[in-house]
Each structure stands twice: as C-alpha cells, then as structure tokens.
C-alpha cells in the first residue's frame, strides 16, 4: 500500500474516532443539563428537608402538606381555568387574523406583521405593567375616563380582566402556528371553492382553517402550556385581588416560613413538570402532523391572495383594535409612566415630561448593572448557547443511529419545566454541590438556567440551518481534494452563516426578554432585568419598574431592527 494512502487511512480514522467521542460528548453533556436539574427536583420533593440538609430523610410529607393546602388547590383550579380560557380567546382570534395575513388581500399587511409579533418578544410581565400604568385606579386611560364621566368600566384587578388580557397577548402565538400552515398549503381547493360561488367566510370555514386544524391545534396546545406557566400578569393584575396561580403559589411559598420550603417548592414543582411534560410531548406530535399538510409546489404556482371586497377596511379595523388593546395600549402606558412626574395622581398628559426616573435608574449601581448583565447574558451568553445547541443539533443531524432519535427526546425534556421552575432546579443545583457553590454569585446559573429551558427550541433553531448543509456537499468537496477544513471553510461556513446569525439574534432577544426563569437566582452580581423588575415591583418601586421597562423594550427593539436588517426571517 502506497505512503500516501497509508497516511490518509491513518487521517480518517483519527477523524472517524474524534467525531464519535464528539457525539457521545454531547450525549453526555446534553443528558446532564436535561435531566440532572430535573432530577434533583423529583428527588427533593420526596424528601423531608431541604437536599443539602444532614437530617433529610426520604418521605411524603411534602406531598400531603402541599395537597392539604386549600391554596392550592384554589391555584390548581384558577391555572386550569386560566390556561383554558386563554386558549377559547386565542386560538378563534388567531385562526382568523392568520386568515386574513396570510390569503387575503388585507390592507397594510407587510407592516402588521411586525407589530402582531410585539407580545411574542416583549415579556408578559412588561406588558402587565403597562396595563397597570395605562388601565389600573390610577392609569392614563382611567384618569382620562374618569375625569369625563365620573367612572370607569372597568376593574383592571378582576380575574375576566385577566383572562381577557392573557388571552388577547397569546394571539400571536397561535397566529405564528396557522399563518406557518396557511402559507405553505396549496390553494387549489380555495380556488375550485371560490369558482363555485362560495363567499370568503365558507372558503375559511370550510376550506383553508381545516387543513390547517393540525397547526392550529398545536397553537392552542401551546397557548395552555404558556397559560400554564404564566408569571408575569398573573403576579401583577391578579395579587391585588388574592388571585392565585400555581406560579405564583410557587413564588409566595418561601413568605410563609422563616427557611425557604425547598421540600414543599420541589412538591409544586413536580406536579407542574407532571402536568407540562405530556403538553410537551403532545405539541411535537402535534407539530409533526401538521407538516405532513404542508404544499411541496413552488410558493411562486401559489393562487393571488383571495379578495375581501368591501370588508377589507372593516377587517383592518378589527386587526387594528385588537393590536391596540394587545400593543399600543400597555406600551404607551409604560412609556407616559416613565417620563411622569412623581407624586401625581395617574398620569397628566399636558404636565411636563421628565427624565427623573431615568436618571435615578443610572444613579441605582445595582440596576445599572443590570443593564450591564442582561446584555452580557444576551450577547456572549446568546453566543455561547447557540453554540451550545449547534454541536447538539450537529450530532443529531449527521448521527444515523439509533440515538438521534433519543437526542430529539431528551432536548425536549427541559421545556417540561416552566421558567420558574427550571430557575429553582438550577438553584437547588448550585447549593446543594459545594464545588458548585463559588460560582452561586455569578451569571453562570442563570445563564444555564436560560439555555436549559430554551434547548428544545435552540436546537431546532440550528437544525434548520443545519438541514442547508447536505453531506453530500461535503463529499462532491472531498473527491477534488478538499480537507476537512477547507469544507468547513469554504462549504459549511457559507451556507449557515445567516442561520447562524439569525438564532443568535434571536436566543439572544429570548435571554433579554426572559424573567421569570431568574428570579430565584437574583443575587448581588446576577442582576439581570427580568428578575429584576419583579423584585422592583414587589418593593413598590414604580418609578424604577417603568422607567427599567422601557430600557428592556429598548433593547429588544433594537435586537428586532438588527435582525430586520440583516434580512433574518423571524416569522414563518
């Protein structure tokens, strides 16, 4: 045998073995992030003390203690009913204004878009504030009112107000799902629909909506699980009136002890991640069949958008007010808010704006350094992540075995885990392992707490960039003589480097606009906004929430225009 071929045998085989210590690396380190944290909170729950207690024995008093309390179960029932109603508002109003975007002719479509997406990137929490800011006792629009005809008709702080407003800012999510499936079918049958004399509303009815029932199921399975998870709106608009969640169960519970619970937390946790894995497992059932209704035909054989006719304008308007009850309305209460006048009754709209709050937000060092570390988390900690999901997404995209397909599972695991708990689970990790312990005080634990909870969708965000890449590329490079790096270099590199840009931007809008996944992780050091902000609210600092909010907006605005700019596709 030739030298040469000898040596290039020698070169393959060393790369052959490196590439599957590569993957089981990954399997390894994937399994650990998945399932350790989960682990240790089953197994917390079924302790007696906290885990890193001496005396901590195995036992169920935890369970009966949490199941006796009648506030939970009171938070149990209020979830349920919440999570469901969010999905009878969402998914009717989502089908139909996916409908309308993606094959009609409404008027102004190409500009909705973006602003349908604002409650996708823009946290509940910040759109609750400024629900408080624009509708609350005191807010512009209440002020306003009441100063015209001596009341108000509303109660912002009543559980329908809540439930209508959960559901109004989930739209988008179920629009996201249906308007994906509308946009790929094939048009045919709305075309022998519309040639038979059918009007618009039976060519929906009928025709477009149900073959795409299967994303628009998959839409409404996710608006329950979000509706489940929900932190932010619940804390704010529902607290004033005793309305309790599992999460916020979940977040008061340490109140009522001098010791934080960790026991009867893991108990509450474990019954969430119960109740949201099967949610978990239906949506990628869910998801997979409603790709099997997607049109293979050029987009460009597509039928013209169908005609509304004289209901153009009035279905604009609709469009219109609900992106001012689910938009502008809670974002221009934030906005006044922040440039108003302390000690004011609401907010004067004539009244001369200040800069006070912002200015006492840059005197505060901790806040300041907030900003700092929220941008640090979404900058390098966004790069880091996505690195982080490429080399699992590598490994299942060119690992034909047996093991991709329980790589695809264990990703998902961790989504089982509201925000709230994964950040208690990362929390129960770090104390509970000394060698751990040093690294409590910095961004480290929230920035895995982050990249655990969003796994799932990092790695599909970098499969898909992935799928650009056929092997058989990579092999037509090897036959002219191209080495490994060079494919790399001059195949690989170029066709994902836009993909790879763009689920940077945005894990990177994901981890700025994330909060509840922190807020058991605040710390000095680890101040990052979201958390934040929850911690401001509950000390009545409302100079600081508003004018901390819009900073966060800020931010994720212009990560939105960054994105918009470099031609990165945030919608389906």
Excluded at 127 to 132: A, D, K
Excluded at 198 to 216: E, F, N, Q, R, Y
Aim: proline letters at 7%; hydrophobic letters at 55%; aromatic letters at 10%.
């Amino acid at each position: 045998m030739p030298a040469g071929q000898g040596c290039e045998r020698g070169w393959g085989n060393r790369v052959t073995i490196a590439s599957r210590y590569h993957r089981f690396a990954v399997i390894a380190v994937t399994a650990l992030a998945a399932l350790a944290p989960l682990s240790l909170m089953i197994y917390q729950s079924f302790l007696t003390e906290p885990v890193f207690t001496p005396g901590a024995r195995f036992g169920l008093e935890a369970y009966r203690s949490v199941l006796a309390d009648e506030d939970f179960a009171v938070a149990f029932g209020t979830t349920l009913l919440l999570g469901s109603c969010m999905v009878l508002i969402a998914v009717p109003l989502g089908s139909v204004l996916a409908f309308l975007m993606a094959r009609t002719d409404l008027p102004g479509r190409n500009w909705l878009e973006p602003l349908i997406l604002i409650p996708v990137f823009v946290s509940a929490l910040v759109l609750s504030f400024g629900y408080v800011f624009a509708l609350g006792p005191v807010g512009l629009l209440t002020t306003w009112l009441k100063s015209w005809t001596g009341f108000t008709p509303w109660n912002l702080y009543s559980f329908p107000f809540l439930v209508a407003l959960a559901g109004l800012i989930h739209v988008p999510y179920v629009y996201l799902c249906a308007a994906t499936a509308l946009r790929r079918l094939d048009s045919e049958l709305e075309e022998v629909a519309r040639a038979s004399g059918a009007p618009l509303w039976k060519v929906a009815l009928d025709v477009s909506l149900p073959i795409a029932t299967p994303a628009i199921f998959f839409g409404g399975v996710l608006v329950f699980f979000l509706g489940f998870e929900l932190f932010g709106l619940p804390l704010v608009l529902g607290e004033p009136q005793g309305v309790l969640v599992l999460t916020t169960y979940l977040y008061k519970l340490p109140g009522r002890m001098d010791v934080p619970p960790y026991q009867l937390m893991a108990v509450v946790a474990a019954i969430m991640i119960a109740i949201a894995l099967p949610l978990v497992l239906m949506q990628r059932i869910l998801l997979s069949e409603a790709q099997r209704y997607v049109s293979t035909r050029p987009r460009a054989t597509r039928a013209a958008p169908l005609k509304l006719g004289p209901w153009r304008w009035p279905a604009f308007l609709a469009v219109a007010l609900w992106l001012a009850a689910a938009v502008l309305v809670p974002l221009a209460g934030l906005t006044l808010r922040s440039f108003a006048a302390t000690g004011k009754e609401g907010i004067v709209l004539p009244g001369m704006p200040t800069l006070d709050h912002y200015r006492a937000l840059l005197d505060h060092p901790d806040l300041v350094g907030g900003m700092v570390n929220t941008l640090g988390i979404g900058l390098i900690g966004g790069a880091a992540a996505v690195a982080f999901y490429g080399a699992i997404a590598l490994a299942i995209h060119r690992w034909r075995s047996t093991w991709a397909p329980a790589m695809n599972f264990l990703v998902m695991v961790p989504r089982a885990m509201p925000g709230l708990v994964a950040g208690l689970a990362i929390l129960l990790v770090f104390v509970s392992f000394k060698p751990l312990a040093p690294l409590r005080e910095t961004l480290i634990p929230v920035w895995l707490a982050y990249a655990i909870v969003w796994l799932a969708y990092g790695v599909w965000l970098m499969s898909g960039t992935l799928l650009k890449v056929a092997p058989e590329l990579a092999d037509v490079a090897r036959t002219v003589g191209a080495n490994n790096a060079h494919v790399k270099r001059d195949v690989a590199l170029p066709l994902i480097r836009s993909g790879v840009l763009t689920s940077w931007l945005i894990i990177f809008l994901i981890f700025v606009r994330e909060y509840s996944t922190g807020v058991y992780l605040l710390g000095p050091g680890t101040q990052v906004i979201g958390p934040l902000l929850v911690s401001l609210w509950d000390k009545g600092a409302t100079d600081f929430v508003s004018a901390l909010a819009v900073v966060n907006v800020v931010m994720i605005g212009a990560g939105l225009f960054v994105a918009g700019g470099l031609g990165a596709r945030l919608h389906g």
